[in-house]
């Protein structure tokens, strides 16, 4: 983008109105924006349950609430938008109703994809990007919209880890703290997936547990409030040594607990992103099957890793290679 249209643009818009781990994945492009356009207002636009996501992002300036733009009157929305006076919308997430009031609210530079048959009647900037098929992370996929504001090539994973400006804005209450004790190797097992993820089941993550001695690592498991009542039963089984979090914590809190934590191992789900956001050791489950295979969706951090299965299902990741891998986080 020439230097001049770039003057023109001090206040973009990234609009990703999905869930959480689609989110953390999106955060870095905020970063990014700021060193195409020094200078240049980054705002969010996202659902109220992944605010505490986005507010994490030192990079993100303003967050907009799509949840709240929706209870507006059908007349009042565009016109919401356009108070915000946005010279940049990007839309990270197809949508046609964010394109279509985006459009009507005037914004200068409307960057969408080619693939979406509605971004050709409301973008005036189109990308050719293609996520099924291609071999990219998610998170540098993300970023090829960029190009439409000048960015040259895709960023490295690594490149990309580095452009990670977390913060997290809850202090962890004295109640939650007591949870993370400090003589101990404080390891979050995050178990269910919400279905965005293949599990790798309750009988493997108990038998985890009992490979772990309970001198060196303090087990808390962790889930939402749905997840709790599908973990009860299982969760009673358990070790009384092992300190059962699901459903317990708001998000802000989850973050925050998260964050103090040493490790935390899931499948590829929102609180493995959020790990490996945060910097703790992060180890992620993966089958190598597309679209959920690590390629796409591996956790992206300082610590981050995963196992990947070699076959469709994620059966083929034992308890003894995840213990080992586990043990080389306190070396």
């Not at 749905?226 to 299982?234: F, I, M, Q, V």
């Not at 703790?280 to 995963?306: M, Q």
């Amino acid at each position: 983008m020439p230097q001049s249209e770039q003057k023109k643009i001090q206040h973009i818009l990234i609009s990703r109105t999905d869930a959480i781990g689609d989110v953390v994945l999106t955060l870095p492009m905020a970063a990014y924006i700021k060193e195409l356009i020094p200078g240049a207002v980054v705002s969010f636009l996202g659902r109220t349950y992944t605010q505490p996501v986005i507010n994490t992002c030192a990079a993100v300036d303003i967050f907009i609430n799509y949840d709240e733009i929706k209870k507006l009157p059908q007349n009042e929305q565009a016109l919401y938008l356009k108070s915000k006076k946005i010279d940049a919308i990007i839309h990270v997430f197809p949508n046609k109703h964010v394109a279509e009031i985006a459009k009507a609210a005037g914004i200068k530079l409307r960057i969408g994809t080619t693939n979406r048959v509605f971004h050709w009647f409301t973008c005036n900037k189109l990308v050719k990007l293609s996520r099924k098929k291609s071999d990219l992370h998610e998170a540098q996929l993300n970023l090829i919209l960029l190009k439409a504001l000048g960015l040259k090539l895709v960023p490295s994973l690594q490149n990309i880890v580095s452009h990670i400006s977390f913060e997290s804005k809850t202090l962890l209450p004295d109640e939650l703290a007591k949870k993370l004790p400090v003589d101990k190797f404080n390891l979050i097992i995050h178990p269910k997936s919400h279905g965005s993820g293949m599990e790798w089941g309750l009988n493997n993550f108990e038998e985890l547990i009992h490979a772990l001695s309970a001198d060196k690592y303090n087990i808390i498991i962790t889930g939402s409030d749905k997840e709790k009542l599908l973990l009860a039963d299982w969760i009673k089984t358990l070790p009384a040594t092992v300190t059962d979090m699901t459903g317990k914590m708001t998000l802000p809190q989850l973050i925050a607990f998260i964050s103090h934590a040493d490790g935390l191992i899931a499948s590829g789900t929102g609180p493995l992103h959020l790990a490996a956001m945060g910097g703790i050791n992060t180890l992620g489950l993966f089958p190598s099957v597309r679209p959920i295979h690590p390629g796409r969706w591996a956790p992206l951090g300082v610590k981050a890793g995963y196992l990947e299965s070699n076959t469709a299902t994620i059966s083929q990741i034992t308890v003894d290679i995840v213990a080992e891998k586990i043990a080389t986080w306190q070396k």
